[in-house]
């Protein structure tokens, strides 16, 4: 069981109030990803969940207890950092068993936990090697398996795939999910990298400046971004939303929903510009359109649209979402 709550919480670092009366609930069971700019909070947050920082104001609950001032031992976490935190002199299986040692289970048991824990995260062949002749990816096993034997309520990862290159994060992505699915437990993980947070999360939460932009799953932050500041953040590239129109309406809609022709096409948007880059990305390209102030991202099937040219941009009516004078989506 690991539900946590954040009730009025402000953090203040010195002067600087880094997290603002913030009231969220996060999910038993659920995976969810706290996602945002770099110094938005997400670290902080996560922090002060495994108690490393205490909250200058308000309430912190876990499973419906007030652990607002429990020390980090006594909170049923687990945290996964970027660095793995893994001792190099002790093999595999040590460090898989540090953390039961000190919590004085019997040898059997402890040998029996480390065996079941490390064939689910394949490192059954390893358990007798030092962490130095292993790759990025099995040493961030080790850390997993690590935090694993606490059997916590709540797992914390802080960036733990960031020093890994692009195809084994990606397929740690796919094993973090699986286990995610096969332990039940909540998962709560921080990333500034949208993408990450748009593959793995059932819920995600989007921070900036030390608040919630928006809480929802994936789909729905893609498709029913909030405001502006979501609609910009999600999505590479980004949705495309237009400078301020009639009362400071704005028109948003994602790259893959415009279209691009030479000759005038119809839409409920539609603009002119001139083709300033091409980019090929394999089954699709790229395409940014400059057209009076508004650059237009555009992903299209079709790669055989020149740069330099005069292009026609159209958008059908159920791809476009508005915002408000204010950012705020209009019928959100
Ligand atoms: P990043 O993605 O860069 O890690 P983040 O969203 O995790 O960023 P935090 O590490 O939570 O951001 O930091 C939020 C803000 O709090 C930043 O402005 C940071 O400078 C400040 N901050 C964090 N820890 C401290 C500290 N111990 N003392 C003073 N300020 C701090």
Redesign the pocket.
Known sequence: MGSIEFKGVT?R??E?T??GDLDLTIEDGSFTV?V????????????MIAGL?TQTAGQLLIDGKDVSHARPGDRDIAMVFQNYAIYPTMSVRGNIEFGLKNNKVSRDERRQLVESISKTVGLSDYLDRKPSTLSGGQRQRVALARAMVKKPGVFLM??PLSNLDAKLRFQMRVELIELHKMLGTTFVY???DQGEAMSMADTIVL?NG?KIQQMAPPEVMYRQPANVFTAEFMGIPPMNVTRAGADGIRLGFRPENARLSYAPIDGAFTAQGRVVTREMLGSETVYQVRGGDDVFMVKSTDPGIDVDREVHLAVGEEHLVRFGADGVRIDA
């Open positions: 953090k670092f010195g600087n880094v997290i706290l945002g700019p770099s110094g938005c909070g997400k670290t902080t947050l996560l922090r920082d802080d960036e921080v990333t500034h921070m030390g």
